[in-house]
């Protein structure tokens, strides 16, 4: 069972450049988030989604886009990459009311 | 949408001691309430979780309150050990209707056991 599975770990980008994160979990959870974590900061909420085919925003959604075609996976999309997209994000996923599992994290870097 | 204030933001203690860790929260629907554990360069990790027809909660050296009249709900930790250092999160499941069920973080407080 590998639970929530994010790819890639470390990333760097260059200004307006572009990328995915990927996030898959295994645990058939309806909700998945996708969060950003500054450092010593808490975690941010950029968009979350409640079932395939319905996502939302979250407190941070600008510069982000999302897609949830299916049950396992939430991929984030950057466009035109900032510095201040550097961060580590975080994918999420959970039953409604029940335990939020995390994926390891991806660190990005925007130079 | 839901709002969590979180307080402390950092809490040092010696070893031995309590800790309590305090949250308000904005959503008078929300009805769950996990607290999370976060080790340097690690991913977050439920350590323990209420839900609204609950006020109380105890696994071991660790309980959560809720009071649900207030919107606030407390970690305490007791008999702290230094492996218990860590930045701890709390959290608010929100309402369906009025925050789309989403799950929003607290700003997070830094704990320090000393030995």
């Known amino acids: 069972n590998a639970g929530v599975t994010q790819t890639p770990k470390f990333r760097i980008l260059k200004i307006g450049q572009s990328m995915t994160l990927q996030c898959a979990q295994d645990?058939?959870?309806?909700?998945m988030y996708w969060y950003r974590q500054d450092p010593g900061m808490g975690l941010k909420l950029i968009y979350y989604?409640?079932?395939?085919?319905?996502?939302d925003k979250g407190e941070v959604p600008n510069g982000y886009n999302v897609s949830r075609s299916t049950t396992e996976d939430f991929p984030l999309r950057l466009e035109l990459a900032a510095p201040s997209q550097t961060s580590v994000y975080f994918c999420?996923?959970?039953?409604?009311?029940?335990?939020?599992?995390f994926g390891q994290g991806t660190r990005l870097t925007v130079v | 949408g839901e709002n969590v204030e979180q307080h402390p933001s950092t809490l040092s203690v010696q070893e031995g001691d309590s800790a309590v860790i305090k949250c308000t929260y904005s959503?008078?629907?929300?009805?769950?309430f996990p607290w999370y554990k976060q080790e340097l360069g690690k991913r977050p990790q439920l350590i323990i979780d209420?839900?609204?027809?609950?006020g109380e909660k105890k696994d071991q050296r660790i309980a959560v309150t809720l009071n649900k009249t207030a919107k606030h709900f407390s970690l305490h930790i007791t008999e702290t050990q230094p492996e218990d250092s860590a930045v701890y999160f709390c959290?608010?499941?929100?309402?369906?209707?009025?925050?789309?069920?989403?799950?929003?973080f607290g700003e997070g407080t830094q704990l320090t056991v000393n030995p």
């Open positions: 999420a996923s959970s039953w409604p009311q029940g335990e939020a599992f």
């Open positions: 645990m058939n959870h309806n909700y």
């Open positions: 989604s409640v079932g395939a085919g319905i996502t």
């Open positions: 959503d008078s629907a929300s009805n769950y």
């Open positions: 209420i839900r609204s027809n609950v």
């Open positions: 959290a608010a499941e929100g309402g369906k209707e009025t925050s789309g069920s989403r799950l929003t």
